[in-house]
């Protein structure tokens, strides 16, 4: 969908037009962005056959790996 058609449905919310350009250019300008695996926590997982303390998202997929039963 175009920025002006995100503008011209906010609009017709009832948001100022001016304010809808400027909430659709903050709220495209803001993604698309990328981030390490190490800057992601999950918390601790436990299950009937896992359990993982808590860590970055590179760790916890090195846990899950580990768990895999060898063929």
């Not at 920025?3 to 609009?11: F, G, I, P």
């Not at 009832?14 to 695996?37: D, F, R, T």
């Not at 601790?44 to 997929?61: K, S, V, Y």
């Amino acid at each position: 969908m175009a920025d002006s058609e995100k503008v011209r449905r906010l609009a017709a919310l009832s948001m100022v037009p001016q304010l809808a350009e400027e909430v659709v250019n903050q709220i495209e300008g803001a993604s698309g962005g990328s981030v390490s695996a190490d800057d992601v926590t999950i918390g601790e997982i436990t299950a009937d056959n896992f359990t993982f303390a808590g860590g970055t998202l590179t760790e916890f997929a090195q846990a899950i790996a580990d768990a895999i039963p060898a063929a």
